[in-house]
């Protein structure tokens, strides 16, 4: 693993490119920045499993009202009526 250890006083440049270092204005500091595992790319259109659909959290619309089990149940009876089974 590659490391690096900059000592510096955090200035304006450096509280500018990174805002967090703000509250250290004027500070003297130490800064190391470590090499990380690189994320692997995902898939740009990759499809939900099952799993994942039924764990998504659904927003709904704003002012919508929430839905009750009988709307639930009609909307399930609905799909099943309108399927080509």
């Given at each position: 693993?590659?490391?690096?250890?900059?000592?510096?006083?955090?200035?304006?440049?450096?509280?500018?490119?990174?805002?967090?270092?703000?509250?250290?204005?004027?500070?003297?500091?130490?800064?190391?920045?470590?090499?990380?595992?690189?994320?692997?790319?995902?898939?740009?259109?990759?499809?939900?499993?099952?799993?994942?659909?039924?764990?998504?959290?659904i927003d709904a619309p704003a002012?919508?009202?929430?839905?009750?089990?009988?709307?639930?149940?009609?909307?399930?009876?609905?799909?099943?009526?309108?399927?080509?089974?």
């Amino acid at each position: 693993m590659n490391a690096i250890k900059v000592q510096t006083t955090v200035d304006e440049a450096t509280a500018a490119a990174i805002p967090a270092f703000r509250p250290l204005l004027g500070k003297r500091v130490e800064l190391t920045a470590s090499q990380t595992k690189a994320e692997p790319a995902e898939p740009a259109e990759r499809k939900l499993t099952l799993d994942e659909l039924l764990t998504r959290r659904i927003d709904a619309p704003a002012g919508a009202p929430p839905l009750t089990d009988d709307d639930i149940q009609r909307a399930i009876v609905a799909g099943a009526l309108s399927a080509n089974l």
